[in-house]
């Protein structure tokens, strides 16, 4: 079974920053696509980042652009979202997904978000609050 497993969130004042990983298994994640969601509450699920893991390729939501950095982790199988800068609308649970049946190539659009939220692999989150 594929399994995704977030670590990492915590409390931290605004201007602040948090480390999250993402550890996958009963998969290798080379080749394709992981990406982070949020979800605060009383709001649907967004899609923040993603990473195209063959060819290293990463893509931003604007609100998080210049603060988040997505990357792939010495560890295999893992990738990481470095958060710098945090502010208190970042405060929500983060969420690590997949969807290991994608093409590789759907990690260049932005409808790869909506193609997981559909259908996809999900950790069971973790929690940052920024105050």
């Known amino acids: 079974d594929v399994q995704l497993v977030e670590s990492g969130g915590d409390s931290v004042e605004a201007g602040g920053s948090l480390r999250l990983s993402c550890a996958a298994s009963?998969?290798?994640?080379?080749?394709?696509?992981v990406g982070w969601f949020r979800q605060a509450p009383g709001n649907e699920r967004e899609g923040v980042t993603r990473?195209?893991?063959?060819?290293?390729?990463?893509y931003y939501a604007d609100s998080v652009k210049g603060r988040f950095t997505i990357s792939q982790g010495v560890a295999k199988n893992t990738v990481h979202l470095q958060m710098n800068n945090l502010k208190p609308k970042d405060t929500a649970m983060y969420y690590c997904?997949?969807?290991?049946?994608?093409?590789?190539?759907?990690?260049?659009?932005?409808?790869?978000?909506?193609?997981?939220?559909?259908?996809?692999?999900w950790g069971q989150g973790t929690q940052v609050t920024v105050s």
């Open positions: 997904a997949a969807n290991f049946r994608l093409s590789p190539s759907d990690c260049y659009s932005d409808a790869w978000y909506i193609k997981v939220l559909r259908s996809g692999y």
């Open positions: 009963g998969y290798d994640i080379n080749s394709n696509c």
């Open positions: 990473i195209a893991t063959g060819s290293g390729n990463t």
